[in-house]
């Protein structure tokens, strides 16, 4: 429904009562951003982190070759819709979109395979994670090695891998693989020229209730590279959108307002403010330009530079000109550095408890009263009890011997 909203989205901005509407199709992926692979060297190792691999698999299936000729395939499809040409009208693109994914369904099992194998663990780097890739090249052998006996160990890593370890909408998680949705622009432009978006949100403490605790343990190792804390999934997006950049690349999101606090901006924006992204017009905290809705929101322009911009170029932060922003969304200062945490405030609060998305743990708000109002009167009796016995006991030690 979302890509059909989408297309309908798109149709209506560029409608043109001249020209006819342009195929969109290869354009519009659907998948979870956040679990799929973003470079080919994740394929050709067959792991989650070539680079703790220091050797290729054996090549079963020729990535890089593949690649190319669903790259070929989407440079056909770029062309303008002509309904006079049979090649590209929209029938004749449908039928290369088709080609496109055809050339690419190994890759994409194979990619399912390296997501699986390692969600199931949650992504953390050790033996387990070692032992569960060692696994899924034995069953990539067995489904694409010489003969190709049977994927029937590689389907049973990508079942049990992709389903979620809590009830969701989904039967399955469905990673979208960007290296291979997009090949013509992550391998051969080595990623987007811009990311624009405004991405989910959803309170750190929420998140392993919503999507399980091996999935945000994967966000946690593989999308932040190990960067802990209590983030909002929003942060995780924006490492994301980072990663599919392109050098001199342009990042434009929203956000709440969180973003700049607390954990979210550990992992998020001061990641991404090392890795190089330079922050060029901010909104640190602001409401939402709607009155049916009640938040408060940002939003950060950036770019992926090296080398650096340079101070010649005015930041606004607010609509104030800063040299620049930091991580905080507010104009640097003389110091400048991740704050750190002060001894002399530990055990001096306490976030409070979190049911962390159990159902079963909520009741009806009548039922709730009720126990609280037999509670009361359960005490109120054990009370009234304590104080006879205590009374009694009082007067049995107070008796004067006889005589």
Known sequence: MAVEMCKLSLWLVSLDPTKPFSFVDDKIFCGNSLLGLTTAAQLEHLHIDPDRKRKFVVPYIDVRAKLHAATQLREQLATPVDPNDPMRSQAGKSRLLRQSQAATAELRRMADGVVAAGLRLGGKPGVQLEDAYKALEGACSEAFGAGGRSGAKLEEIISDGLTPAVQTDYDRWQPLHWVIEAPDVIVDRGGFDAVVGNPPFLGGKKVSGAIGANAREWLVNVVAHGARGNADLVAYFFLRARA?????????????????????????????????????????????????????????????????????VVRYCDGHPATEISAFLEPEGRVKGRPLHLRANAGKSFVGSFINGVEEFSVPLELANAWVRRMIRSATSFALSLAGRTTSMALHRCRLPVG
């Open 244 to 312: 599919i950049l392109a050098h001199n690349g342009w990042l434009g999101l929203i956000a709440t307002n969180t973003l700049a606090q607390g954990d979210t901006r550990e992992v998020g924006l001061d990641q991404l403010l090392t890795g190089g992204l330079e922050i060029v017009r901010a909104v640190r905290s602001a409401p939402w330009p709607s009155k049916s809705v009640s938040l408060e929101y940002a939003a950060i322009w950036g770019v992926a530079s090296r080398p650096r911009i340079g101070s010649s």
